[in-house]
């Protein structure tokens, strides 16, 4: 069965360090997101993506924060100069078409901020 | 917007008892629901959806739920918990607009214990 998958499973890193946080979306799927989850806390939404632009982000995705989509398959998450609260568990996901609802999740992606 | 409120942080059932975690929703616009699961050091798996028809939907291993739109529920059941229904489970939210690609908006969780 096709599944998202994302790399590193964990990600250390030091405070003002730049991270990359990389995703395969399911291969025939269209619209793509992040999501973070801080621990303890809720899921929440970072960013959507269809047809190589960013079609919605919340407050939390500032201008530390970028999405792309650099080849046919990879999804990634920057994050420019890392601080303390930006450790979280980071999700991508995928849906194949704009009539479907049903976002299929990888396994995150956890950084630890140092 | 949409807002989705899980009531009980924690839940403790014994084994083979009646699993109930409840989900209440608000948003602005006709909303599809889902619960999601998430086990341990895992991410998240879709249980079930309600999109439309069927207001009673059935989802993977055994779990069902209901939408009421008048009460703005959609509370998750199984009839008998089993040590593996052990996770944190969460209610989200997206609403019904053209063009899908929208936003889930999620609970803040229930983690669901099994006893022996």
């Known amino acids: 069965e096709p599944e998202v998958t994302q790399t590193p499973s964990h990600q250390v890193t030091q405070m003002g360090q730049e991270v990359i946080l990389r995703c395969v979306p399911i291969s025939n799927h269209l619209y793509f997101y992040w999501y973070r989850q801080i621990l303890g806390q809720k899921v929440e939404f970072l960013v959507s993506f269809y047809n190589n632009e960013i079609s919605e982000k919340s407050e939390i995705f500032d201008d530390q924060f970028s999405v792309e989509r650099p080849d046919g398959s990879n999804f990634t998450l920057k994050i420019r100069s890392t601080k303390l609260e930006d450790s979280a568990m980071y999700f991508c996901a995928s849906t194949n078409n704009q009539f479907s609802y049903e976002q299929y999740f990888g396994p995150g992606t956890r950084l630890t901020v140092t | 917007a949409q807002s989705v409120t899980q009531l009980g942080s924690h839940v403790s059932v014994s084994e083979g008892a009646l699993v109930l975690l409840r989900c209440n929703y608000s948003?602005?616009?006709?909303?599809?629901l889902f619960w999601y699961v998430q086990y341990p050091n895992q991410g998240l798996q879709l249980l079930l959806k309600y999109t439309t028809g069927a207001t009673l939907v059935k989802g993977i291993n055994g779990f069902e739920a209901e939408f009421k739109k008048s009460e703005t529920s959609f509370h998750l059941t199984k009839p008998s918990a089993h040590m593996s229904d052990a996770a944190e489970y969460f209610c989200?939210?997206?609403?019904?607009?053209?063009?899908?690609?929208?936003?889930?908006?999620f609970g803040t969780g229930t983690q669901l214990k099994v006893e022996l």
């Open positions: 989200a939210v997206t609403p019904i607009l053209t063009g899908g690609g929208n936003k889930l908006t």
């Open positions: 948003s602005s616009v006709p909303p599809y």
